[in-house]
C-alpha cells in the first residue's frame, strides 16, 4: 500500500516475444498461482494438465517450481521469490508501492484474456488481510473463477454453477454484493426458489448435498459457493 494515496501505475510494459506466443489463441481455462498456502499439490496438478495458460503471481513461482512448471507470464513485485527469475523469463513486473496485491495485478491481466473459466491456487490460507482482500475483490470479475482451498473448493457464480459434491457434502452460499436475487438451488436441503441472500446476513451457510446434481442459479448478483466435502475423497 503506498503512502501518498494516489494511484500507482503497475509498471506493466509491452509483453515480449515470448509472452506474445504463449498469449496466442484462445485462453479458456487459466491457472493462477498466488503465493499462499498451497495445501495440496494434486488438485493443482490436474487442473495445470488442461490449462491454456499458467499465470505466477509473485511467490507462485516457487509453488510451480516444485512441481517442475514453468508458467507462461510471472506477475508483481517479485519480493516473494529468494532471487530474480531467469533473463529470458517472461515477467510483467510491478513496484512494491502500488494499490493492488500482486494476486489482482494476475486477475486484471487474466481478464483482458476473456477467459471461460480461472482456476485459483494458493490464494488463501496467509495473512488474514491479505484472505478477505481476496475474497472482497472477486466480486469484480465477471468470468468463473473457482479458489483451491483444500479441503474446501470456493466458486464464483453469477449466473448458473454446477457444484461437484457428493451426498452429506456441506456447501454455503455467500453473496459478494449487497443482494444476491433469483437464486435458485438444486440438491441441497434447505431449497431456493428464487430467494434473495443479504450479504449483511448468514442465511445461507451450512447447507447440505442431499441429492445430484448439486446446482446453483442468481438471476442478479454475485454468490461465493463454498463446497466442504465431508467424506475422504480418493
Same mark, same amino acid.
Not at 104 to 124: C, G, I, S, T
Not at 133 to 156: D, N, W
Not at 206 to 230: A, D, I, M, Y
Given at each position: 500500500m503506498p503512502n501518498t494515496g494516489e494511484k500507482l501505475k503497475t509498471g506493466f510494459g509491452k509483453p515480449g516475444k515470448g509472452l506474445r506466443t504463449a498469449l496466442s489463441g484462445p485462453k479458456d481455462l487459466v491457472v493462477v498461482v498466488a503465493s499462499g498456502q498451497l495445501a495440496s499439490k494434486q488438485p493443482l496438478r490436474q487442473v495445470l494438465g488442461q490449462a491454456d495458460l499458467v499465470v505466477a503471481a509473485d511467490g507462485g513461482l516457487l509453488h510451480l517450481a516444485k512441481l517442475g512448471v514453468r508458467p507462461d507470464v510471472l506477475i508483481g513485485d517479485l519480493d516473494s521469490l529468494n532471487g530474480s527469475p531467469p533473463e529470458d523469463f517472461p515477467v510483467l513486473p510491478s513496484p512494491r508501492e502500488k494499490d493492488a496485491t500482486d494476486l489482482e495485478l494476475a486477475l486484471d491481466f487474466v481478464a483482458e484474456l476473456n477467459p471461460r473459466e480461472v482456476h485459483v491456487f494458493a490464494a488463501l490460507g496467509g495473512r488474514l488481510d491479505h484472505a478477505l482482500g481476496t475474497i472482497q475483490v472477486l466480486s469484480r470479475y465477471a468470468?468463473?473463477?473457482?479458489l483451491h482451498h483444500k479441503p474446501e473448493t %470456493?466458486? %464464483?457464480?453469477?449466473?448458473? #454453477? !454446477?457444484?461437484?459434491?457428493?451426498? #452429506?457434502? %456441506?456447501?454455503?452460499?455467500?453473496?459478494?454484493?449487497?443482494?444476491?436475487? #433469483?437464486?435458485?438451488?438444486?440438491?441441497?436441503?434447505?431449497?431456493?426458489?428464487?430467494?434473495? %441472500?443479504?450479504? !449483511?446476513a448468514t442465511r445461507g451457510i451450512s447447507n447440505e448435498v442431499t441429492s445430484l446434481p448439486c446446482l446453483v442459479e442468481v438471476r442478479s448478483g454475485k454468490l461465493l459457493v463454498v463446497h466442504t466435502p465431508q467424506q475422504k475423497r480418493r
Amino acid at each position: 500500500m503506498p503512502n501518498t494515496g494516489e494511484k500507482l501505475k503497475t509498471g506493466f510494459g509491452k509483453p515480449g516475444k515470448g509472452l506474445r506466443t504463449a498469449l496466442s489463441g484462445p485462453k479458456d481455462l487459466v491457472v493462477v498461482v498466488a503465493s499462499g498456502q498451497l495445501a495440496s499439490k494434486q488438485p493443482l496438478r490436474q487442473v495445470l494438465g488442461q490449462a491454456d495458460l499458467v499465470v505466477a503471481a509473485d511467490g507462485g513461482l516457487l509453488h510451480l517450481a516444485k512441481l517442475g512448471v514453468r508458467p507462461d507470464v510471472l506477475i508483481g513485485d517479485l519480493d516473494s521469490l529468494n532471487g530474480s527469475p531467469p533473463e529470458d523469463f517472461p515477467v510483467l513486473p510491478s513496484p512494491r508501492e502500488k494499490d493492488a496485491t500482486d494476486l489482482e495485478l494476475a486477475l486484471d491481466f487474466v481478464a483482458e484474456l476473456n477467459p471461460r473459466e480461472v482456476h485459483v491456487f494458493a490464494a488463501l490460507g496467509g495473512r488474514l488481510d491479505h484472505a478477505l482482500g481476496t475474497i472482497q475483490v472477486l466480486s469484480r470479475y465477471a468470468f468463473p473463477i473457482v479458489l483451491h482451498h483444500k479441503p474446501e473448493t %470456493l466458486y %464464483l457464480v453469477q449466473k448458473r #454453477g !454446477e457444484i461437484p459434491a457428493q451426498v #452429506g457434502d %456441506l456447501v454455503s452460499l455467500i453473496p459478494l454484493t449487497a443482494r444476491a436475487q #433469483g437464486i435458485t438451488t438444486q440438491g441441497l436441503r434447505y431449497a431456493l426458489k428464487g430467494g434473495t %441472500l443479504k450479504r !449483511e446476513a448468514t442465511r445461507g451457510i451450512s447447507n447440505e448435498v442431499t441429492s445430484l446434481p448439486c446446482l446453483v442459479e442468481v438471476r442478479s448478483g454475485k454468490l461465493l459457493v463454498v463446497h466442504t466435502p465431508q467424506q475422504k475423497r480418493r
